[in-house]
């Protein structure tokens, strides 16, 4: 009964709508913001206006793209589109599922690690857009700034200066504060942080500009002290710092890096499609860093699979790279994508090692098969041509997030590659005490890394079941070369 008082309630949302579905940008089209308003309208959509908050609520289904105008909304519902919110706040709760773009224009998307995105997170709280109804629906109009005086020159960053803090097996609690310098009327942007790393007892300087921040042609650079990994495709960094502190389970490798770096980047959008290529250069310093296991963690810290899992030795030296590259999104249809390539050509590097071609690529597709029922797939892989690559340049595979029966991070190198199939059913006939479905999903993963080439594929099996985004799962390793032939695991899943 919860689930069918919930979907009338969708439905009588989305008829409300109905009555007002044009809605035209009469100024500011050329504005990323525009555009994204642009794409909503040129898909199948529903409009929702009005006062006061809308929410659509789990175990509710919007087979269109939505588009909230003037009001906040609280999203916890699957969208089969983008959902894009004007004057007003976009909140993703636990267990929503958009597969296009979650965008709030006049206002902020304030994220949840419970849920899934299959597109762009964007907010765009200084485009304002007056609202004019029309006949047929609305019009609207963006408002430029006045005054560009209004604009503060200098303002804390984050919330009270206080940025979004990590947490991980070599720099312990990384904590960073900064500022943000408005200039130009908002065309220019300088934001210059300190972060403090608890297990270095560093204090990390950066400075962070950007130019023509709200183009669709813009610049991003930064100079800075760092500690990067080229890991992040597996997890983002608030569910690889919740798994490092609650688990032990550090799912990435590390190196430090004073970096300069700068791309320009040339956004195109038309019909529920995006693509934003990017040129760029890169020079930086970068040296190993050690994983003690002297990091607190709740289990696993003296593991050394996990906050003792030693870190690869990375030579110092310098490197510098020209970078080009491109994102793609897709939204037009039932089969959603999202393809991101980056080349890499050094011009120099570590004494001892060689300059060469880097590929990176990460891509995600998923479609509808039968009734509730969807496949999706994720692959990502690094080829590199040349031999005796600096370590700095290597990925690696294995344990949570990629292959569950090797070890976390067991293999790596300068070639990878990792394709992870999943198809999910939804149990739609169980009713539980809590507005949520328990899904069983089917997986098929392969992958391999190494050094100068690529090894004999590992390959892995599965079956799990979840609700909401908690699941079980067990993984049987099909080659029999695995560090666990079988492999029970318990977690979240963000897929």
Request: proline share 5%; no cysteine.
């Amino acid at each position: 009964m919860r689930v069918l008082a919930r979907a009338v309630a969708i439905g009588l949302l989305a008829s409300r709508a109905l009555s007002a579905q044009d809605v035209v940008v009469t100024s500011g089209g050329e504005r990323n913001s525009g555009a994204f308003i642009r794409e909503a309208m040129s898909q199948r959509h529903v409009v929702f206006a009005g006062a006061g908050k809308l929410e659509l609520p789990r175990d509710s289904t919007v087979s269109s793209t939505v588009l909230v105008i003037g009001r906040d909304a609280y999203v916890a519902s699957k969208v089969q589109g983008n959902v894009v919110v004007v004057g007003g706040n976009l909140f993703l709760r636990p267990g929503v599922d958009i597969s296009g773009h979650a965008v709030a224009i006049g206002g902020t998307v304030t994220n949840t690690t419970l849920g899934h995105v299959g597109g762009r997170i964007e907010s765009y709280r200084d485009d304002l857009y007056d609202v004019k109804p029309t006949a047929t629906g609305y019009a609207l109009a963006y408002r430029p700034v006045v005054d560009p005086r209004v604009i503060p020159l200098l303002r804390p960053s984050g919330i009270y200066g206080i940025l979004i803090p990590t947490y991980d097996r070599v720099d312990g609690l990384s904590l960073p504060i900064g500022a943000l310098a408005t200039l130009a009327g908002g065309a220019i942007e300088v934001e210059p942080t300190v972060t403090y790393r608890s297990r270095l007892g560093a204090f990390d300087p950066d400075v962070a500009v950007r130019i023509q921040p709200d183009r669709p042609v813009h610049f991003e650079g930064r100079v800075g002290r760092d500690t990067r990994t080229n890991d992040k495709w597996i997890y983002g960094d608030l569910l690889n710092s919740a798994l490092s502190f609650f688990a032990g389970s550090d799912i990435r490798n590390y190196f430090r890096s004073d970096v300069a770096e700068g791309r320009v980047f040339a956004l195109t959008t038309s019909a529920a499609r995006s693509i934003e290529p990017f040129v760029g250069a890169r020079y930086e310093k970068v040296s190993g860093i050690t994983a003690a296991g002297n990091v607190y963690s709740v289990l696993g810290r003296h593991d050394d699979d996990r906050m003792a899992r030693p870190n690869p030795f990375v030579a110092s030296g310098n490197i510098g790279s020209v970078l080009a590259g491109a994102e793609m999104f897709d939204t037009s249809g039932v089969v959603t994508s999202r393809l991101r390539a980056e080349m890499e050509q050094s011009f120099t590097t570590v004494t001892g090692t060689s300059n060469f071609f880097q590929l990176t690529f990460d891509g995600k597709i998923g479609f509808p098969t039968f009734r509730t029922q969807r496949l999706a797939i994720h692959a990502h892989a690094v080829a590199t041509p040349a031999k005796n690559v600096s370590a700095a340049r290597y990925a690696y595979v294995g344990g949570s997030g990629t292959m569950p029966n090797l070890d976390n991070l067991q293999v790596g190198g300068d070639e990878l590659l990792f394709v992870d199939s999943r198809y999910t059913i939804p149990l739609d006939m169980i009713t539980l005490p809590i507005p949520v479905t328990p899904t069983v999903t089917l997986r098929d993963v392969l992958g391999s890394a190494g050094v100068d080439g690529l090894p004999a594929l590992h390959h892995a099996i599965g079956i799990g079941l979840g609700v909401s985004v908690l699941r079980v799962d067990y993984t049987r390793d099909v080659t029999g070369r695995g560090a666990h032939k079988n492999k029970f695991s318990f977690g979240v899943s963000l897929f």
